[in-house]
Each structure stands twice: as structure tokens, then as C-alpha cells.
């Protein structure tokens, strides 16, 4: 179990259930990729699951992919010719890219796969495989012995007309489809529909073999009697007036005789720049991409934020740095800033050593010492740097011709500044030290000092400003700086 703290509104959501034996589901179609605003939704669970143990209550933690949902509409990057598959259950749809089993495993396989790199104590349930082995069957026989009052809930709920012959349940036609087919007689004892197909021919579905399923609204209010549920996030797509939750809260009070779950509405999380998270825009980050450039507890922190009833303006340009250091801030004692780190790997590369070496005289010795620790770090530095650092925190050590390129535009003052500096340099100072030769040797040659630091970063990084360059120059083969200050 994760070593992050419950937060506050989770504990006032756990204390607000009832005690005792506790379902916590959360679901997800995975018809196109699952980003990191479904993961909110996950998160807002596990926060809930964790926040109710910590009551001593027993907890049974679900993950619902729904893979026996109809394609609705292919994601982006989905060759065309999948519309052919429209309607089809994304357990039955083949891969787009060939390499899974099927269209819903290959967007629910890196997700799990991320679910596990957190460590997250979830149970995954496909629901193509529940209603194949026949879990639903029950609630598919209730819901179809009482398709007239959930028919005027729904109209009453959505305010809409439903059809005539509209019925809970959609069989699955020879075509493949999972459409709204006219049923024609329920024989409960078999668990089997006869239905009118497309062309008017009649059929026969067993639904306790997963030869079709529950409408989504019914699907809701009938998992949660299956499952056991007693509470579920939703997001407020869901939650919206004469919205899903609205419907399924009436037909589990009056159709399935079910206590309506525990409820929390999450908000939406967008990308700063971007817009709200959806796979159907292709406004898509994936926890995968998340994970290179921070620890699951901080994807944690950041994906729930302060509070998840508020929308989230992610932000991993600019501000990342900051949030880093909070969340560091929090797990340990006087970690190395972030933006130092960044400076680290952009300097040494994959060299843990030279990496550790360089903490050491910028004065983190602490965290020179724990080499798997700093070789992680190192990696979720040097991977934000490249995909999202702004470009002032982006640095690259210029190479020897580079540099005479560079240091060509700086007047005598300056390289007579840099060559006092290389003549002092030695192999033992440290940043402070550094950072102290830096500046005197300014002030005593009468070179003001923004010029004298934009003389060094000139012939290191081709910039006029950097890092803290004490720490910085300290951290580097003092060879390399001579050579560089002496051109
Ligand atoms: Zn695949």
C-alpha cells in the first residue's frame, strides 16, 4: 500500500458510509486510450478504499473495465475501416495495431500495467467475462421481468420518449452488433431472449452467456446490486441532471431494491494549453508518459490535487518544477531542488557517479549517497527536461568548437575575467566556493558582475543565463572549465 497520506475529503467521504463490508468500484470502457483524467477517477477510489481500511472497515477494491461495451466511435489513430466494427463489443473488435487479443485489451492492458507500477491494490474485472460466466444473469432476468417500469423511469428521468419496444436488454445480432432489437418473448427459465433481428428474422440469446447486455443506464443500477457496491466516483458527465446516476439511483430504489452507493463527483482534469483530457480529441496524456518524470505517489498528489470536486489545470511546463518540490518537500528532509536535478542530468547524462560527484560540491551530500534513488531522480529529471522543460531550463554543454564560437563574441574584460577564474579553479572547491571565485574576481577586476556570468554561461551553454552557476561549474570537470574559460 502506498505511503501517501489520506487526504481530508477522502476520510470525510469514508466516514459518511456506513460501517462494515465495503465494494468500492470504479469503471472505465476502454475504447480508446485511458488517460490520466480517467485515472482521477481511479485514484478518488483508492483515496476512499485507503481512508475506509484505516477505519478498520473491509474493503473490496473493483476495477469494471467494460469491455463488453458496444465501439461507439473509433478513437483517433484508428484506421477508418473500423467503422465497420461500429456497435460491436470491444471485447470482439480486433486490435487496431495487432498486438493484443482484441480493441479494448490494447488501451486496457497500459493502464493496468500502470495501475500496477503503482502498486495499486485493485481487483480487474472485464465485464465480457462476467456476463460470458453468467454473473449477471440475475439482474439481466430482473431487469427484463421489469422492463415497463424501467422504461417510464428512464422517460421519466431524461424527460425523453423511449421506443415503443425499447427493452434493457440489447442481444447480440449475427451481424456482431449489440443493438436495441425488438424483444420478442423473455423465457426466464432458460435465461433466453427471442428477439427480431435486423431483417425481421427471429432470434435467440442466452444472456447468461454474454450473448448481449444490459443498456448502459440499466447496466449501472444492475452492476451495483451484482457487485455489491457501496460506493463509486463519478465524473459529472455522469452526475449532470436526468444524467446516468439520475436514472440508475431510481431504478436500484424501485426496480433492483438496492441501496443507492456512496457517490463522490470528481472534476476534469485538463491540460494547461490544451483543454479538458479526452480520447475521443486526442487530448491525451497517459499515466505511463506521467510516471517517467515522477514516483506513483506524486502522480497520486498530483492527479487528486488539492480536491478533486475541482477541476485541475495540469500543468508540466513551468510549473512542474515547483510542484516536485512540494511534493519532495513532504516525503523527505531537505531534498535536492528539482531544478538543480534538471541541471544534474542535463550535465552527466546516465553517469550516476558524475551525477552524485556533482551533488557532493554543490553541497547535497546527503543525497549523493542513495545511488538507486539518485539514479531514479536522475531519470525523471532528464526525461522532464527533454519532453517538457521550458527552454530556459533546457541546457547542453557546448563542444570545444561551439564554444570558441561563442566565446568570439565576448570583449577582452570578459576574457580576461574568465581566464583569472581559470587560473584559480581548483579540483576541491565546492559551489559555494566557486560561486564566491566567481564573483570576487569580478568585483576585483572591475568587470560588473552580470557580465562576468554571462561571460561564463557563454562559453559553457551558448546562453546568457543558467543555473546557479557555482553549483554548476563545481559540479563539472574542473579540466573541461579551464579549457573552456581559456579560449
Ligand atoms: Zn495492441
Redesign the pocket.
Known sequence: MSSYSIPGWAKDVANALRPGLHVVVTGISPSGNIHVGNLREVLVAEAVVNALKARGAEVRFVFHADTIDPLRKIAPDVPESFESYIGHSLSRVP??????VSYA??FL?PFEDALKRMEMNIEVLRSHELYEGGFYTEVTREALEHTAELREILQEVSGRKMPEHWSPYLPRATSGQLAGARILEHIPEENKVVFADEDGWEEVADYARGEGKLGWRVELAARWKALGTTFEPFGKDHTSRGGSTDTADRMAREVFHYPVPGRYEYEWIQLKGRGAMSSSKGIVLLPKDLLKIMPPDALRQMVLGRDPARALDLDLEGGFPRFMDEYRASVEKDPVPFTHLVTVAQTVGTDVDAAAEMLRRGGYEAAARDREKLARELSYARIWAEEWAPESLRLRILDEDEAKEAASGLDADQRGYLAAVARELKEDLDGVAVQDLLYSTAVERGLKPKRAFAAVYTVLLGKKSGPKAGPFIAGLPVELVRERFSL
Not at 486490435?95 to 493484443?100: A, I, L
Open positions: 486490435d487496431p495495431k495487432g498486438c493484443h485489451e490494447h492492458d
